[in-house]
Structures are given as C-alpha cells and as structure tokens.
C-alpha cells in the first residue's frame, strides 16, 4: 500500500511538473509586435484631376518616367508628432513601408512623403485644404488605431510631386523635417498718376542663394493677387517661409528671393537677422513700386535702349540698338548708399554718344567710377560714359548689333551716391533720368524720366519715345531692323517677341 501510495505521488508530482513547465513555455513565447504598413497607390495629378479642377503648372510637369513608383526608395511620414523614416518594399504588383512598430492606441498621421535614394522627393499625400487635397481620397491628417497584436495594413495615396510646388500639396518645405520657420509678410503699393496708389500682385521665389536658383533648389514660392476688394487677406499681403535653424546665429543665416511686383523683378540676399529686425520695427515688409518704399534689400535691374536720331520720318530706322545699357540700381543695408552698375552690352549708332543721368537738386555725395559730376541750372548730372564707342572691349560703333560683325563685352561702371539732400526720394524703378548726349555731327540731347520732356521722334506717323525701358532679359533686333517687327506697336512695355524671331541678334547664324 505505501508503494502504492508512493507511486501516486510521483505520478502527480511529474503531471505537476509538465503543467508548471508547460505555463511557463506559454508565458515565455512573445507575442509579435502590432504597427501598422501603409501599401502605396501611386498618380500623377494629371491623372487624377477631378471636376474640371485646372491645376497651376499641370502643363509643365516632369516625364512620366520620373513618376515611377520603382524609383522611391524610403517614406518619411509624421505619427501623433513623431518622425519615421521608413524602407519600401515591392509588394506584388504595388509597393508598401516596412512596418511601422507601434503600442495600441490611434495615431494621427499629418506628414507623409516618398524619397528617391538620392534624397530627392518623388510622390507626397497632400492635405486636405491644399490645393491637391481634393485629388485623393484620403488627404492629411488622418487617424490609424493600432491593436494589440495586429498589423494595420491601410491602403495610401500619393501623388507625384513632378514640377509642382510644396504649398500646393499643403506643406512649407518639402524636407518636413524643418519644423521651424521665420515668417516675412510683404504689402506692396504702386503709383498710377491719375489714380495714386493701388495694391500690388506679388509672386516670390526663395533660393538657398543667388548662384542656386534653378528649380530644383526652390525652396519655397507664394504669390499674392493684391485684390483689395476682396474678403481675403491673402489675396493683398504675402508672407514668405524661411528655413531657420536656431542653433546658427540669424546673421550667419540668408535666403536669396526674387520678388515680382506686378510682374516687375525685384531680387536680393535676405538676411535672417534682417527678417527680425523687420518684423520688430513694423511687423511687415511695406513696398512700394514707383512710389517712396523700403526697397533697402532688394536690386532691380533692367535695360536702358536708345534710338539715337530725332528726325521726324526721315532715315530713322527704329531699331533702338544705338546704345543699350544693363542698369542695375540697389541699397545697401549696411550703409544706406545707393549703387548703380551700369554695363553696355550693345552699341548699333553712328554717332558719337555720350551717356549722363540727372539727378534733382543739389548737394549728392558720389564717388565711383563717373567720369564727371557737375551741378547744372539747380540739379546734378553724372557723366558715366563721355564716349560710349569707347565703353566696350573692343571699341567700335557697331557691337553686338550686327550678324557676323564685332562682338565685345561692355566696360562696367559703379557710381555710388553716398549721400543726398533730404528731400530726395530713391524710387528703384526709376532712381534718376536718363540722357543721351549726341554729338559727332547733330549735336542733342535725348532723355528719359521725370524730370524733363522725354524726348520723341516721328515714325510711319507715329510719335514714339527716344529711350526705351526694358526687363534685363529682354533681348534686342539687329542694326536696321524696325523693332516693331518682332516685339510689335506695343513695344515699349510688351517684351515678348510676336513674330520676325530670325531677326533678334541673339538668333543670328
């Protein structure tokens, strides 16, 4: 009987001990991390427009072949204020992240974006207000739930980035990981004679700097209709993004912006530090154009064209390549002077030139490369070339003007003012009058600006202009050729060739 009892024993003892050890097996066996994996649908938004939607930039989008979901590499995406950076994977026929570990609970996801292995941003899902938001079905943010061990496989969209811009997907940068930003609003004013000042259209381009500025080193662009009438605030004052990094002194820190101002380009290096003391003084950037404004970061430049005979009909031949000089006018933000370059870049006339610029009243201090400054009759005048067939290496009448005919570079010129009467106001658009000095023969002078008559001739019946005003990529006609016959009546402020292409000198054979 004891043996038996004793057997019993062991025989429960040893059920015991397989029960004990096969508890504590279970208990030891981990149970597999729940997350979520979003599998990927990939579009171009000319594909996926809906209702009629015309989308700025659609007609200059990249090759299809740049949208190729095969290319993108790895996704970074925001969860409930966290980044991930996240492998891809071919998925059959489609693709998806790898998987995103995450305890129970539910997620927002406010960010998410497809990168190339060169760190190039490929596709993105665009947020809901933006103006791509209503291209997919599903636009940032939204929520994910995650359980306890289970995988959320959730189904996403993203479109090709092509040509478009980050405001148009919703996002400032297309690096979301710049979460902090300084804020550049810009209202902008231009004069009409009759009817004073109007609010301005504004477009921006920021850059990294003036030497990177092509497409691929955008960093932000915005653009203001200046339609005062209307209820929304955007619609007048732009507000530009900067990339700020806090660790980096703000005068160690600058972004170079082009900045149109109905239509008109102003460009310049903007430094952070100057974005502060802005945003400490006024609050905003106020600018005007042709008017009195703060255009003390900005340079503007453009073309100063002469027709240099001023017979009424006669041999006159309109082609306004007499003498061509790139002007670019600035202030310095250190100093408060104002600078002007001057470079000739094309000379088609006969006669000798002289080429001057007035300035009103008396008492400037101007130092640079003027050949003379003279006060004349109360105001002043700067002589900057006292022969213009002797302001291009090599010297000759004709220069750049004529097919198979000299070619040559101008001889640049810098005149500061480093000092003016009080009552002088520096408009960038036009900062002095301008005044051709013909000499060799006739003996005139032609002008151009506000302080006198600007001089005309007569051709085909029609009073025209001496000095013409241009953008500084316009591109001028060969020696002897009518300018109205590629740039057509309107030429004095349309800049865009109509027809006659063969005959601008650029297209010389």
């Known amino acids: 009987m004891k043996n038996l009892l004793k057997n019993l024993n062991y025989l429960f003892l040893g059920f015991a001990l397989v029960f004990m050890y096969s508890c504590q097996d279970e208990e030891a066996a981990p149970e597999e991390q729940g997350g979520v994996e979003f599998i990927l649908a990939g579009h171009r938004v000319d594909d996926v427009k809906m209702n009629g939607l015309n989308v700025k930039g659609a007609s200059d989008a990249k090759d299809g072949e740049e949208c190729d979901m095969a290319l993108a590499s790895y996704a970074v995406l925001e969860l409930a204020g966290e980044m991930y950076t996240i492998d891809m994977q071919a998925w059959g026929d489609s693709y998806k992240t790898e998987l995103i570990e995450l305890d129970p609970g539910t997620y927002q996801v406010t960010s998410f974006q497809l990168y190339d292995s ?7 899902t665009p947020t809901a207000d933006s103006e791509f938001g209503p291209f997919v079905s599903q636009p940032l943010p939204f929520d994910v739930t995650v359980e306890n061990y289970s995988k959320l496989e959730y189904d996403m969209e993203v479109l090709c980035i092509e040509e478009f811009t980050p405001p ?4 400032i940068f297309w690096n979301v990981d710049i979460k902090q930003i300084k804020n550049l609003c810009v209202f902008a004013n ?9 609010v301005a259209s504004l477009e921006a381009f920021i850059y990294p700097n003036e030497n990177e500025t092509s497409e691929d080193d955008l960093i932000w662009t915005g653009s203001a209709d ?18 700020y990094d806090p660790s980096i002194p ?6 170079f912006i082009e900045l149109y101002v109905n239509g008109v380009l102003f460009e310049g290096t903007m430094p952070l530090d100057r974005v502060d003391e802005i945003n400490a003084e006024d609050g905003y950037l106020h600018l005007n154009e042709d008017c009195d404004g703060d255009f003390d970061v900005f340079s503007n430049t453009y073309n100063i064209a002469w027709e240099d005979l001023n017979d009424d009909e006669g041999q006159n031949d309109c082609d306004f390549n007499d003498l061509i000089i790139e002007t670019t006018t600035s202030t310095d933000i250190n100093t408060g002077h104002l600078n002007f370059r001057f470079e000739p870049v094309a000379r088609g006339g006969g ?16 130092s640079g490369d003027a050949s003379s400054v003279q006060e004349i009759s109360g105001n002043t005048m700067v002589e900057v070339y006292p022969n213009t067939n002797q302001a291009f290496s090599p010297n000759g009448n004709f220069v750049n003007t004529k097919c198979n005919g000299t070619v040559g570079s101008g001889i640049v010129k810098n005149v500061v003012i480093e000092s003016a009467p009080n009552d002088f106001v520096f408009y960038l658009l036009n900062p002095f009058d301008a005044n051709l000095n013909v000499n060799g023969g006739p003996n005139y002078d032609l002008t151009i600006g506000n302080m006198f008559a600007p001089s005309t001739f007569i051709k ?3 009073e025209i202009e001496n000095g013409l005003i241009t953008t500084k990529d316009w591109k001028w006609v060969v020696d002897g050729v009518d300018i109205r016959t590629v740039y057509g009546n ?3 402020t349309n800049f865009t060739p109509t027809g006659n292409t063969s005959s601008l000198y650029e297209n010389c054979p």
């Open 351 to 366: 006669y000798s030139h002289a080429f001057k610029f007035w300035l009103p009243g008396t008492g400037y201090v101007i």
């Open 490 to 492: 309107n030429f004095q």
């Open 168 to 171: 148009q997907f919703g996002f």
């Open 118 to 124: 060169d760190d190039n941003p490929l596709y993105a």
């Open 250 to 255: 703000t005068e160690d820190q600058s972004y």
């Open 226 to 243: 200046g339609d005062y009438n209307s209820d929304d605030d955007a619609n007048e004052l732009l507000c530009l993004k900067f990339p």
């Open 460 to 462: 085909d019946g029609v």
């Open 190 to 198: 231009f004069c009409e004679p009759d009817t004073g000042h109007e």
